[in-house]
Nanobody, 126 residues
């Protein structure tokens, strides 16, 4: 059974950086697209970034483009999200998701992901 577990959340000040990590198990790392989503209190879940299994396709939501970097680490089957220049509006619970997509590519649609973690809280203070 596939599992994804997030770690690395915390409290930082605006302008600072934070890295999130997602550990996967029980899935073929070479056939799954991986992504990060987030949900702020009282708001809908929104996509942050995704990366295809072969790393050829990477997408970012416009709100984080240029500040966040997604990376895939095949040796230990993890995916990370480096977040720079954090803003108060980045405060949210961040979720890692894995979606079966052996053909490659990645999407920012939540419906395309079958396996979700429990989330990790990121709080940015001003």
């Amino acid at each position: 059974q596939a599992h994804v577990v997030e770690s690395g959340g915390g409290l930082v000040q605006a302008g600072e950086s934070l890295s999130l990590s997602c550990t996967t198990s029980g899935l073929n790392f070479d056939a799954y697209t991986l992504a990060w989503f987030r949900q702020a209190p009282g708001k809908e879940r929104e996509a942050v970034s995704c990366i295809s299994w072969n790393e050829r396709i990477i997408q970012y939501d416009d709100r984080v483009k240029g500040r966040f970097t997604i990376s895939k680490h095949n040796a230990n089957k993890t995916v990370s999200l480096r977040m720079n220049s954090l803003k108060a509006e980045d405060t949210a619970i961040y979720y890692c998701a894995a979606g079966w997509r052996p053909s490659g590519g990645c999407t920012l649609r939540a419906d395309d992901y079958q396996n979700w973690g429990q989330g990790t809280q990121v709080t940015v203070s001003v």
